[in-house]
Nanobody, 124 residues
Framework: QLQASGGGSVQAGGSLRLSCAAS????????GGWFRQAPGKEREFVSA????????TYADSVKGRFTISRDNAKNTLFLQMNSLKPEDTAVYYC???????????????????WGQGTQVTVSS
């Protein structure tokens, strides 16, 4: 079970840190990912990290502003979001998959486990 938290409302240029806590399983064995879905739009990839955190990938729209990290001892995945823009407004979901990271796993269909989502609203 994944529990996402840390969303909120900020002004453009602000920062938020999302957390995703895993219970009932060892998150360290999973590729962890973040996705987002804005109203009327499809769910889109944001970022993903392999189990050790040594490999990560980002959507072009967030590259240089967002940072994914993880603390496997605490079974938690993080997404630090800086320089937020109004277009970052969405519900953010964390996800996990036991698939092996051979190439970056950016398709949400590849993830078996999902958190409930946390709302991020960025005002201009």
């Amino acid at each position: 079970q994944l529990q996402a938290s840390g969303g909120g409302s900020v002004q453009a240029g602000g920062s938020l840190r999302l957390s995703c806590a895993a219970s009932g399983r060892t998150f360290g064995a999973y590729v962890g990912g973040w996705f987002r879905q804005a109203p009327g739009k499809e769910r889109e990839f944001v970022s993903a990290s392999n189990w050790s955190g040594s490999r990560s990938t980002y959507a072009d729209s967030v590259k240089g502003r967002f940072t994914i990290s993880r603390d496997n001892a605490k079974n938690t995945l993080f997404l630090q979001m800086n320089s937020l823009k109004p277009e970052d407004t969405a519900v953010y979901y964390c996800a996990g998959t036991r698939k092996i990271w051979q190439t970056a796993i950016t398709d949400f269909h590849e993830y078996e486990y999902w958190g409930q989502g946390t709302q991020v609203t960025v005002s201009s």
